[in-house]
């Protein structure tokens, strides 16, 4: 991403909407619009408003990205139909909101402007995407031109890594894995750390050896060439304490039962929230 961003309307920026921008400002933002009630203090390096209606009218921005929460959805979009169609015909709409599908979206910006035939793209970042870890799952709807497509594929992977999916359902998919991944992860190593406190071990330590347990195992997975499942063999010797611990909870009614479990029931939620 050497060469400059153009011009880019953020909407939101709160936690996600924050590391996206955080990173774009890392790789040359170029002059850009943030609309966010409780940012002011961005206001020295980008041009900052508190509403739609204070966008200035010779800004043109090349994409818009969405980073509201989804119930705040369809009034923004269906103001910024009504007060910038020119927006909503030409520039891409990347939404980094959960549940909305492509449709909806469209269906939202057009309420104002019939005419209009958006082009919308719902990318799925995670939290590690604030320190340029993150992982993002995108897919394009029908309008998104492949320039569009290769613009939102540089924004995203300003904090990470990308991957396009098709069809639009395995997004859902994307938030159970990737999307909501983060925190299965920091659960695992709450449980290790509460686990051992009650076992025995002096909570600082506890939470030193669990932390450092989680963050290594993840940077050793990232750096190597094997598979995670080559991975847990090298650390498992048969008949080891490593290989009794495994047996309970690799057994078919534990970890692969539950986790399954867990995250059908996030894409079911997903579902739930796009109808």
């Known amino acids: 991403m050497s060469e400059p961003l153009p011009s880019l309307l953020l909407v939101g920026c709160g936690q996600m909407g924050g590391a996206l921008l955080n990173a774009w400002i890392a790789h ?3 002059p850009s619009v943030v609309i966010d009630r409780h940012r002011e203090d961005l206001s020295s390096t980008h041009h900052v408003v508190r509403n739609l209606t204070d966008i200035p009218a010779d800004f043109h921005p090349t994409a818009v990205i969405l980073a509201v929460k989804p119930q705040k959805a369809r009034p923004v979009l269906e103001e ?3 007060l910038r169609p020119d927006i909503v015909t030409n520039a891409v709409i990347v939404s980094v909101m959960a549940g909305l599908s492509t449709s909806t979206i469209a269906t939202f910006l057009t309420t104002n402007a019939p005419t209009a035939h958006p082009a919308v793209v719902r990318a799925m970042p995670n939290t590690p ?3 340029g870890r993150g992982a993002t799952g995108l897919f394009a709807g029908d309008a998104v031109t492949p320039a569009q497509k290769t613009l939102c594929d540089r924004l995203l992977s300003a904090v990470g890594a990308t991957a396009w999916v098709h ?4 997004i859902d998919i994307v938030t159970a894995v990737s999307g909501s991944g983060p ?3 920091f659960l695992l190593a709450e449980l290790l750390e509460k686990t051992a406190v009650s076992m025995g071990l002096a909570p600082d330590t506890a939470r030193l050896l669990a932390r450092k347990t989680v963050s290594g195992s ?3 997975l ?3 060439p094997e598979d995670a499942a080559e991975l847990r063999r090298r650390v498992t010797s048969p008949g080891g304490t490593t290989a009794a611990a495994l047996a309970v909870l690799d057994a078919p009614d534990n970890c692969p039962r539950i986790l399954r479990e867990a995250l ?3 894409v079911l939620r997903s579902r739930e929230l796009a109808s």
């Open 80 to 82: 910024l139909s009504r």
């Open 218 to 220: 993840g940077e050793l």
């Open 222 to 224: 990232e750096r190597s």
């Open 264 to 266: 059908e029931a996030n």
């Open 28 to 30: 040359g933002l170029e």
């Open 167 to 170: 069809p639009e359902e395995q």
């Open 183 to 185: 925190a299965y992860v």
């Open 129 to 131: 995407s604030a320190i």
